[in-house]
């Protein structure tokens, strides 16, 4: 029915930057908020960023100067732009999506399937 497609993971150095990519496809009625979330191991999958289709924004505490996320409603895809990366920020990064399939009525959460972001000091 609903497809995320990450894309744009990878492995660089600290202070380096990356940018993911995210499109949502298939029987899509509207896309509300979508979002990225990051799980190290051994840690809980944790919010990163997430925007509303009206643009608003909200960043953890940790990214916040650092990243950028921005969205194309026409296309239903989300970006993150990551910049100034730190080994921190090493995590498989998760595309979230809050969205409505085509005739229904309700709003549903769907995940991507993970991209890998890996940053060496």
């Known amino acids: 029915q609903v497809q995320l497609v990450e894309s744009g993971g990878g492995l660089v150095q600290a202070g380096e930057s990356l940018r993911l990519s995210c499109a949502a496809s298939?029987?899509?009625?509207?896309?509300?908020?979508m979002g990225w979330y990051r799980q190290a191991p051994g840690n809980q999958r944790e919010l990163v960023a997430r925007?509303?289709?009206?643009?608003?924004?909200n960043y953890a505490d940790s990214v916040k100067g650092r990243f950028t996320i921005s969205r194309n409603n026409l296309k239903n895809t989300v970006y993150l732009q990551m910049n100034s990366l730190k080994p921190e920020d090493t995590a498989v990064y998760y595309c979230n999506a809050d969205l409505r399939l085509r005739e229904r009525w309700t709003f549903n959460d769907y995940w991507g399937q993970g991209t890998q972001v890996t940053v060496s000091s």
């Open positions: 298939g029987s899509i009625g509207s896309v509300n908020v």
């Open positions: 925007i509303t289709s009206g643009g608003g924004t």
